[in-house]
């Protein structure tokens, strides 16, 4: 079981991630690339394959962004199309490269900030980089054109699965230590839960998230000890 936060600056024009233990991932930025298109045959009126277009599908069983930050480089290219060849008459498309993301990711367009799509349903998915045309005559440009490609960012609107509710010092936040590699700070004195802590556990079907809350409720606790 483990735990990771990514920091991430928008300004900058190039993937730049720190990957910190004990925190959760919810906002990672990746390079995106289409295929690029197969070159055409001329000669015999051949017609490239497709490149494959790179897409972001929501997924109910991921729980964070850990694994896309775990990702070397953290790019994700599609597969070019095929050329076409006096056997093969139309090339076969390239692949398309799927991101698996939880539900309730926000994509965004790491230029502008635009927001290019809420993914909140299962199986909800957005095409973010266009694989290019296969080359032909007909195009009047053989070679095929190429992919899209972007830098996108994938922001996970978090949402607890459970959440730890209790009298301050209850020890909620010892118990998020406990299921998870979250630090949420731990002393024995009322309050030292200022925001909410949410953790994530990596199970074999799907990832788990609890959050500590602050404790509940202030006045009735002081008048309680009073």
């Known amino acids: 079981m483990r735990l990771y936060r990514v920091f991430t600056d928008f300004s900058r024009s190039k993937p730049s991630l720190k990957l910190a233990k004990g925190r959760l991932v919810d906002r990672v930025r990746v390079y995106v690339r289409g295929g690029g298109g197969g070159q055409g045959a001329e000669k015999y009126g051949g017609i490239g394959g497709r490149g494959g277009s790179v897409v972001v599908t929501a997924h109910a069983r991921s729980g964070s962004l850990v694994d896309i ?11 070019s199309g095929e050329n076409a060849t006096i056997k093969r008459k139309r090339g076969r498309d390239g692949q398309n490269q799927t991101i698996r993301v939880p539900v309730g990711t926000m994509v965004y367009n790491s230029e502008d900030g635009s927001v290019i799509a809420d993914l909140n349903e299962d199986g909800e998915h957005v095409t973010v980089a266009v694989g290019g045309d296969g080359g032909s005559i007909v195009m ?75 404790g509940h409720i202030q006045v009735q606790y002081l008048a309680n000890i009073g």
């Open 69 to 79: 930050a775990r990702r070397e480089k953290r790019r994700f290219v599609a597969g």
């Open 140 to 214: 009047e440009n053989c070679s095929g054109t190429k992919g899209d490609r972007k830098i996108i960012v994938l922001e996970l609107k978090t949402i607890a699965d459970v959440g730890l509710v209790g009298f301050p010092n209850a020890g909620k936040s010892t118990l998020l230590k406990a299921l998870s590699n979250a630090e949420p700070k731990v002393a024995d004195y009322p309050f030292t839960t200022v925001r909410p802590q949410l953790g994530v556990l990596e199970c074999s079907q799907s990832d788990f998230r609890p959050v500590d809350t602050t």
